[in-house]
Nanobody
Framework: VQLVASGGGSVQPGESLTLACRAS????????MGWFRRAPAKEREGISC????????YYSDSVKGRFTISRDITTNTMYLQMNSQKPEDPAVYYC?????????????????WGLGTQVTVSS
């Protein structure tokens, strides 16, 4: 099983960025998926997850209304569309999966992790 995250980079406040996480060795049609981030000197934060059981999505208050999680079953890839980037968004972003069809916003419920991709916001 492997999760490979990509798409990180540097953006200016208000701009958009899309992260991708390609999964191999598992099917995103059967695994719940989540996005997490860790900013310097802060704890890891669950920011979004998607339950393949019914397509339900969840977002933390810090990104609700700005970020969108999605998946493409044909390419086995999950995405995180990040709009309206704020100065508090810079972090290393991680994708993760768990072998059930209900997602969770807490990291301890996930057992497969990508290596992370860096996002910076600079004016």
């Amino acid at each position: 099983v492997q999760l490979v995250a990509s798409g990180g980079g540097s953006v200016q406040p208000g701009e958009s960025l899309t992260l991708a996480c390609r999964a191999s060795g598992l099917s995103l049609d059967h695994y719940a998926m989540g996005w997490f981030r860790r900013a310097p000197a802060k704890e890891r934060e669950g920011i979004s997850c998607l339950s393949p059981r019914d397509g339900t999505t969840y977002y933390s208050d810090s990104v609700k209304g700005r970020f969108t999680i999605s998946r493409d079953i044909t390419t086995n890839t999950m995405y995180l569309q990040m709009n309206s980037q704020k100065p508090e968004d810079p972090a290393v972003y991680y994708c993760a999966t768990r072998p059930v069809k209900s997602c969770h916003m807490h990291a301890t419920y996930y057992d497969q992790w990508g290596l992370g991709t860096q996002v910076t916001v600079s004016s």
